[in-house]
């Protein structure tokens, strides 16, 4: 059985963790960049088989990192694939990518702020999560 939790949520930013049988065996991560594709994200798979002029049209995109230790067998990778983008509402403005990640000392951290940040850092992303009080916490977990 696979489940799905999400970690963190922010406004830009969310992070799921994926097991299976009760085995954490990868992390996902949702960012709205809210910037059109990159010149890099258009070679990807399936945009490099885009219209330039459609392509261009889009003005925000979701980037869903899947992070693992080692490369995921066919199906797991087709069924995360499948289940997180279904999670980006697809407009003739918004659209994603997906890329998946390798991190070999995935599992070797005590998971908190450090750890997200360090994932975010190894995937590329701008975004980095602030420390904030404990104290905070109940208000945060509110949304």
Request: proline letters at 1%.
């Amino acid at each position: 059985m696979i489940s799905f939790n999400r970690i963190i949520k922010l406004r830009d930013l969310e992070i799921f963790r994926v097991s299976k049988n009760g085995t954490i065996f990868s992390y996902v991560v949702i960012e709205d960049t809210r910037k059109p594709f990159t010149e890099e994200d258009k070679k990807l798979d399936p945009l490099c088989y885009m219209d330039e002029e459609d392509i261009n049209a889009i003005l925000n995109v979701f980037r869903i990192s899947i992070i693992n230790d080692e490369k995921l067998n066919e199906e797991d990778s087709d069924l995360i694939r499948s289940f997180f983008s279904d999670f980006v509402n697809n407009t003739n403005l918004t659209n994603f990518i997906i890329k998946e990640y390798i991190q070999e000392d995935l599992y070797d951290h005590d998971v908190n702020i450090k750890f997200f940040n360090k994932i975010l850092k190894d995937i590329g992303s701008n975004y980095m999560i602030e420390e904030f009080d404990e104290m905070n916490w109940i208000y945060l977990s509110q949304d």
